[in-house]
């Protein structure tokens, strides 16, 4: 007995100790304190689920010393007794008795005592049990133990869910979205403001204890206030609720909507909720707004538009509406729409609602668009076009239709002359199809002949080029072996053969529309005449030839040696079609293409023109074979018997004179030709053949051509004919040369050649220095450049490669004989000032001999020097204009002769020519510089005062 009352007696001080600690922290000591008090190896405190009262989970664990805890189901165990009968014992066997409680089979317990916690209600609330791996012999001072330390777990389980609650309600309105404030009764001051009133207002919580309600109420004042809350303080009111305005610490200002209680009884606080509803407000009026703009539109639309409800009943018509249908919105409003407007067919039969596609939008959840009839108030029936859409609900659930509506009668009728309209329309577009598939073709087939042509007019252009230079050698040739009569005849052969090659190249240039024209009135009757006799020479006796020309014949615009190679190229034609024997006839009239020919024809512009018509009665032309006739090489003749150009020649020709030309054949018949060429009211002017002969000359002449071949082989021949030549290969060039002085009395150039600049710029540059030269162009393909329309521009001068010394010869002279060379008196103009003489200083002989050479083709006179000695000499014997002097030179300097040669003539020109970086003297500023090595072009350019890096 005393050893009962020594443990009772140990446990109580063990629970005095354990007093002093509060909260959860004291439930593992109070477990320690048990399994030490009864010498037991576990001790479990636990706490009863209070969602679930089968559930329970340890607030401390002792498993000979603290464990983890953990939540158990408390069916089938001996906890369970606890709970339900209160304290329970099991000396011995407790494993058996539960055989269902895993907790107890995983211990291996063989003994357990526990005992319930109460909370002041009587529920309880937990348990204490000891467990033990031996039997307990006295259950009994477990039991009074257990009871010892149950009192003390049981009310501080009790305390601390107590002050969890408190807490978690304080933690919700501290949390809470809305703004809770609660302030004194008396003095009105705050006593709390949770944190979503703090963060929006700006202020701290000990800031706000320092306020009132009507401080943070600019539209408040504090007696307004105070008399607002007086019904909640006499009792009248339960709850203020109110909007208002509050004001931040900085100022702003937001909506808020306010919910006031009084609330306590001694000790009474009013608590207010207040919500932000900035937003809100601002939602409301930008909703008013757009209501207000929705109306506006609605009301002023001219779409008629109807709003029924679920029951297909008519709750909303605009204006249009009522407009369309005659009724008010009274009249209609809470019928059904159909019912009043469209209840009637046309025909007087009745119209069920069932068979109203307008009232299938709402049923069938879709939108129905459509063609209807309504009938109006005053009972006539009106054609409308309708959109009947269902309204739905946020769940996506139609609850009701909206319909727009327009009468469509003026629309009915329009649709139906567009019917009348588009099937005219369609008979027209497909008589427009079939003629343009037919423009198409001939469209077709100029672009191929187009394409040819281009192609055609860049080989000949090479083609010329190469002539040029076999021709020039060869007159050349031809002269080195006179009296050698063997050599003789082959350079006559081969000039014949050039010849013949110049023709083919003219030929495509021809069919290409290439060739440089030189068109002029022409009357086709007199050019007939004189080709009569050529013509019956050339076709022989075999051949009959008549001419019939129409009275009254207009003047056209051609070149005229053109006109008679195209008649003489059908009627060779037409001779080979006959075999040699036939008749050819050869008309001559006037003709006018009208629109409607033009448009059939994509190459022929409307209007009046002179056409010649070449017919034979010979074999023909096959009609697969008709439209291939114009293309170059291309013959209708046997093999070897036809080069293809003839055609081809003829139809580039007059495409190029802006003409047109129209072959008809059928085999076994015979074959015309008419050639179109476009009328001119000018008179004819009869041209005096030249009997220029060939005549050499000594002026100076600037060549310019990008073929080496080609302008090493001309300025051979203008050397030849006496001519002083100066040569370039681009425009470029050319410029430098002329700009740097020289004399030079005709240019001479190429006209397609590359570079920057075009030859005909230079050749506008050329007479701006040079108003009193001449120009005289040359090429083999002019391109567009000094030709247009097919005509050589006016003023311009071309020789067409390849060309003889002859033609050369005669047409120099005849464009330099054209000159006018006005005196200074006539044009008012002092002679120009050109650099003349050139002291030229340089110590390296192979330079100085080499830069002589291209100073001399400049026309300026040379004297040179090696030493500075030497060209102080010459300075104080030769006047001079222009100074080339080296820097570094075997006796001095370049810098002292240029000094010198200053004093003698302050308007010398200086030019140091230097391989190195140059740092010109101050008394030297106006001198330039020439880097070597320098070119050709280089110099001329320093000469004409530019400097060149």
């Not at 003047?555 to 080979?576: F, M, S, Y």
């Not at 090493?712 to 006496?722: C, F, I, K, V």
């Amino acid at each position: 007995m005393e050893q009962v009352d020594l443990r009772k007696s140990v446990a109580a001080a063990k629970l005095v100790e354990c007093g002093r600690v509060v909260g959860e922290q004291l439930f593992p000591l109070l477990v320690g304190a048990i399994a030490e008090s009864l010498s037991v190896r576990w001790v479990l405190l636990c706490v009863v689920d209070q969602h679930d009262a089968q559930k329970a989970h340890t607030l401390a664990f002792w498993d000979n010393g603290p464990a983890e805890n953990f939540a158990y189901d408390l069916a089938h165990t001996p906890c369970s007794q606890i709970v339900e009968q209160g304290t329970c014992a099991y000396a011995s066997d407790v494993v058996q008795l539960f055989p269902r409680d895993k907790i107890l089979q995983k211990m291996g317990a063989e003994s357990y005592v526990g005992t319930p916690l109460r909370a002041i209600n009587g529920q309880v609330v937990g348990l204490i049990a000891v467990l033990h791996d031996e039997p307990i012999e006295n259950t009994q001072l477990a039991a009074d133990v257990l009871e010892i330390f149950a009192g003390r777990a049981a009310a501080e389980i009790e305390r601390v869910r107590s002050t969890s609650v408190n807490e978690r309600l304080g933690r919700v309105v501290e949390d809470s979205v809305s703004e809770v404030y609660l302030f004194n009764a008396e003095t009105y001051c705050f006593e709390l403001v949770n944190r979503g009133a703090r963060e929006n207002l700006g202020y701290t919580m000990d800031e706000l204890r320092r306020l009132t309600p009507w401080d943070l109420k600019p539209d408040l004042s504090k007696e307004a206030f105070i008399n607002m809350v007086a019904p909640l303080r006499d009792g009248s009111e339960r709850v203020l609720q109110f909007e208002t305005r509050h004001r931040r610490k900085d100022g702003t200002r937001y909506d808020v909507s306010v919910r006031l209680q009084l609330l306590g009884d001694l000790d009474k606080v009013f608590y207010a909720a207040i919500e932000d509803i900035t937003a809100r407000n601002q939602a409301a009026r930008e909703l008013g707004l757009t209501t207000q703009r929705l109306n506006a539109i609605i009301n002023n639309t001219m779409m008629a538009i109807f709003m029924m409800d679920s029951r297909q009943h008519c709750v909303f018509m605009n204006s249009a509406a009522e407009h369309l249908t005659g009724y008010k919105l009274e009249e209609v409003k809470g019928r059904p729409l159909h019912d009043v407007i469209h209840h009637t067919h046309p025909d007087g039969r009745h119209f069920p609602l069932e068979d109203c596609p307008i009232d299938r939008a709402f049923p069938e959840e879709n939108q129905v668009q459509g063609e209807e009839t309504f009938i109006h108030k005053d009972g006539r029936f009106y054609p409308v076009a309708f959109t009947a859409s269902p309204i739905r609900d946020d769940e996506g659930i139609a609850i009701g239709t909206v319909i727009e509506a327009r009468e469509i009668t003026e629309e009915l009728r329009a649709r139906e002359a567009l019917h009348s309209f588009n099937d005219a329309l369609q008979k027209r577009v497909a008589e427009a199809i079939e003629a343009r598939s037919k423009i198409e073709l001939q469209l077709l087939q100029a672009q191929k002949m187009e394409a040819i042509g281009k192609l055609t007019g860049g080989v000949a252009h090479d083609f010329n080029n190469l002539l040029q230079v076999v021709r020039g050698n060869l007159e050349f040739l031809a002269r080195d072996v006179a009296g050698n009569e063997k050599a003789e005849a082959r350079a006559r052969n081969a000039l014949t053969a050039v010849v013949r090659g110049a023709k083919l190249a003219s030929q495509l240039l021809a069919f290409g529309r290439r060739q440089p024209l030189e068109p002029k009135p022409i009357n086709l009757a007199r050019l007939m005449r004189e080709l009569d006799d050529m013509l019956q020479r050339v076709l022989g006796d075999g051949v009959e030839i008549e001419t019939v020309t129409a009275g009254g014949l207009w003047n056209c615009l051609a070149d005229p040696t053109q006109v008679e190679n195209a008649v003489l190229n059908l009627a060779i034609n037409g001779r080979d079609a006959m075999d040699g024997h036939g008749k050819l006839t050869i008309e001559v009239g006037n003709a006018s293409l009208d629109d409607a020919y033009a448009a059939q024809h994509v190459d022929v512009t409307a209007g009046q023109y002179v056409m010649i018509a070449v017919t034979d009665n010979g074999c023909g032309i096959a009609p697969d074979k008709l439209e291939h006739v114009f293309e170059p090489f291309y013959t209708t003749k046997p093999e070897g018997q036809g080069t293809g150009l003839g055609l081809s020649m003829v139809y580039g020709f007059v495409k190029q004179s802006g003409g047109h030309v129209k072959i008809y054949s059928e085999v076994d018949h015979g074959t015309t030709v008419r050639i179109y060429l476009p009328r001119t009211r000018q008179d004819e002017a009869m041209v005096v053949q030249s009997t220029l002969e060939a005549v050499a000359g000594t002026e100076t002449i600037l060549l310019v051509e990008d073929d080496l071949g080609v302008r090493e082989t001309a300025a051979e021949m203008l050397s030849d004919l006496g001519y002083r030549v100066l040569k370039s290969k681009n425009a470029d060039s050319a410029l430098a040369v002329i700009e740097s002085g020289a004399e030079i009395d005709l240019l001479f150039t190429d006209v397609v050649m590359p570079g920057v600049l075009r030859s005909t710029e230079l050749a506008d540059l050329f007479i701006q220095r040079l108003p009193n030269a001449a120009v005289l162009y040359t090429s083999g393909y002019t391109q567009n450049a000094i030709v247009h329309a097919g005509r050589l521009d006016p003023g311009v001068e071309l020789l067409s490669k390849p060309y003889s010394r002859e033609d050369l010869s005669r047409k120099i002279r005849q464009v330099l004989d054209r000159r006018k060379v006005p005196s200074t008196t006539e044009t008012g103009r002092k002679p120009m000032a050109r650099p003349r003489t050139v002291l030229l200083l340089e110590d390296e002989p192979l330079i100085r001999m080499s830069t002589a050479d291209m100073l001399a083709e400049l026309n300026l006179t040379v004297i040179e020097a090696g030493t500075t000695r030497e060209a102080n000499r010459l300075l104080q014997d030769s006047a001079i204009d222009v100074l080339i002097a080296d820097l570094t030179l075997p006796d001095g300097s370049g810098f002292d002769v240029a000094r010198v040669a200053k004093q003698a003539n302050a308007n010398v020109l200086v030019i140091f020519a230097t391989g190195k970086s140059v740092n010109i003297p101050p008394d030297l500023s106006g001198a330039k510089w020439l880097s070597k090595p320098y070119d050709f072009t280089a110099l001329a350019k320093s000469l004409s005062g530019a400097n060149t890096d």
